[in-house]
Every structure is written in C-alpha cells, then in structure tokens.
C-alpha cells in the first residue's frame, strides 16, 4: 500500500519570502504520479504542480517548484515570493498509473504581511 | 470550464438516516471518487468508481456505500448515519488514461450527524 506523510501540520512565512513544505512517499511501484494540491478557505482543491517519476527534471509552475529526489522517496514544494493568496491547506497526493489517489495529511501555510 | 458539482455545501441530519451525498461530474470522466477529510488525517480514500456500475473499496469503506448508474453521477450513501461520519467529504474525478492527468474536486459537504 501506498503512504503520504506531511510532517509538517503548519507553517508560516512571511509576504515576499520562500518557504518549503516537505512530503515524503513510500512505495514498491516504479511508474507513478505526485501532486501537490492547494485547498484555500473556499475548500475548492486547486491543482499547483505535478510530477512524473520517470522524470528527472524537478516540475516549475512560476512561483511554485519541487525537489523531487526518488530514491529517498522525497518530494518537497517551494514557493517563492510568497503572496498573501497563498494561505492554504496544501497536500500531496501520490498516484499510480491504476489510478488511485493517496493523500497526506496536509500542512496549513499562512502567509503574514 | 471542468466542473464537478456536489449537491450540498452543508448538511444536518440525524443519527440513524439514510443519508445520500451526490457528486456530478460534466467532463465525461471515467473515474469518480469519495473522500472524508478531517482534521490531522488528511483526505481518506472512502470508495472510487472506475466506470459505470464499477465500484472498488477504498480505504475506509465501513459504513458507507455507493452508486453508479451513470458515467456523470457517484452517489456515496451513508446506510444508517453515526455521529462519526461528521466529517467534510469531497468528491472527485479524472479521466482514465495513463498520463499525468489531475483529478477535479467539487467543493466539498460538511456533513454533521447529531
């Protein structure tokens, strides 16, 4: 079976700074998915990065980057430039081709001015 | 624009009823799935849905059940309602190919047995 962990249950920054949210997996399979998805207080899950194992090259979406490092089963989200639009849950999923969706259990990120 | 729409934002009900959450999907997606979320424990797979009238237990399948008669619509029926299925459940779904393709949630039922 696959798992999630997030370590991290908060964590706080300040506006126009980085911060880094950790997410480690565990898993036999070798052909999968990582998300990391961000739910703000309107609880609409929004999609920010994904990445394929099979890919070497860490995923960017402007502000938004991973560390992924497969054989330590680690895949890390940095947000750069931190906006105040950015407090939210964030979770990281993990998904195997056969399509299930495991979640962990999600880090609260608030963003002071 | 990619839609999944869940009937109720909040619901109240009993101990003892049946309860009915319902999740419409208009993007002709194959795979639907029902999650709980609570506090400290994340998103937990309840049931998911790779087609119509296909259904296969997620990981905490106990006391729930669900339906799928049409690709668009998954119903997940909580049979006899307890005070421990208060809890924000999401719905979800994603087309079935091999691809990086993201799943799309609605928003979610704060559900509160009393």
């Known amino acids: 079976a696959q798992t999630v962990t997030q370590s991290q249950p908060e964590m706080s920054v300040q506006e126009a700074e980085t911060v880094t949210l950790s997410c480690t997996y565990d898993?036999?399979?070798?052909?999968?998915?990582l998300f990391w998805y961000k739910q703000p207080p309107s609880r609409q899950m929004i999609l920010v990065i994904r990445?394929?194992?099979?890919?070497?090259q860490n995923a960017t979406e402007n502000r938004f980057s991973v560390n992924f490092q497969k054989a330590a089963k680690s895949f890390s989200l940095k947000i750069s430039d931190s906006q105040l639009g950015d407090t939210a849950m964030y979770f990281c999923?993990?998904?195997?081709?056969?399509?299930?969706?495991?979640f962990g259990q999600g880090t609260i990120l608030t963003v002071h001015p | 624009d990619v839609k999944v729409t869940q009937s109720s934002r909040y619901l109240v009900k009993r101990t003892g009823e049946k309860v009915f959450l319902e999740c419409v999907q208009d993007m002709d997606h194959e795979n639907m799935f029902w999650y709980r979320q609570d506090p400290g424990l994340g998103l937990r797979l309840i049931y998911f849905s790779y087609d119509v009238k296909m259904k296969e237990k997620g990981d905490i399948p106990e006391g729930y059940s669900v339906s799928r008669e049409k690709k668009e619509r998954f119903s997940l029926i909580l049979e006899s309602a307890s005070t421990n299925q208060t809890s924000m459940y999401l719905c979800?779904?994603?087309?079935?190919?091999?691809?990086?393709?993201?799943?799309?949630f609605g928003q979610g039922t704060r559900l509160t047995v009393v």
């Open positions: 979800a779904s994603r087309a079935q190919t091999e691809s990086n393709t993201e799943a799309f």
């Open positions: 990445q394929e194992a099979y890919k070497q």
């Open positions: 999923a993990f998904r195997t081709s056969y399509g299930k969706l495991t």
């Open positions: 898993t036999s399979e070798n052909n999968y998915y």
